[in-house]
């Protein structure tokens, strides 16, 4: 069994930045390729950005790249996503989610098994 914890969201203006985190459980935490989706009101949950299990290879959305980071550190079971000049269609419930099943970046939801609780980013124009 695995539990994500996000952290980190909250209210900026648009240009601003913030730094999600996503804590999980497991004892095999550095095997799981990590994501992060988002889901505004309204619309599907989408892919934002995903990292393999060493750290090595990461995917984006277009509509994020060089504005938002992935990263991780497996000596603190921790996935991060930095995010930078922030735009209003930026808001949204972004979600930490863990594929525990494979070893390359899956930008399809189906493919992770394990969600966080979700944590609002809300951003002002």
């Known amino acids: 069994q695995v539990q994500l914890v996000e952290s980190g969201g909250g209210l900026v203006q648009a240009g601003g930045s913030l730094r999600l985190s996503c804590a999980a459980s497991g004892r095999t935490f550095s095997t799981y390729v990590m994501g992060w989706f988002r889901q505004a009101p309204g619309k599907e949950r989408e892919f934002v950005a995903g990292?393999?299990?060493?750290?090595?290879?990461?995917k984006y959305h277009a509509s994020v790249k060089g504005r938002l980071t992935i990263s991780r550190d497996s000596a603190k079971n921790t996935v991060y996503l930095q995010m930078n000049s922030l735009k209003p269609d930026d808001t949204a419930i972004y979600y930490c989610?863990?594929?525990?099943?494979?070893?390359?970046?899956?930008?399809?939801?189906?493919?992770?098994?394990?969600w966080g609780q979700g944590t609002q980013v809300t951003v002002s124009s």
């Open positions: 989610a863990a594929d525990t099943s494979h070893y390359m970046t899956s930008t399809e939801a189906r493919e992770y098994d394990y």
């Open positions: 990292i393999n299990w060493s750290g090595t290879s990461t």
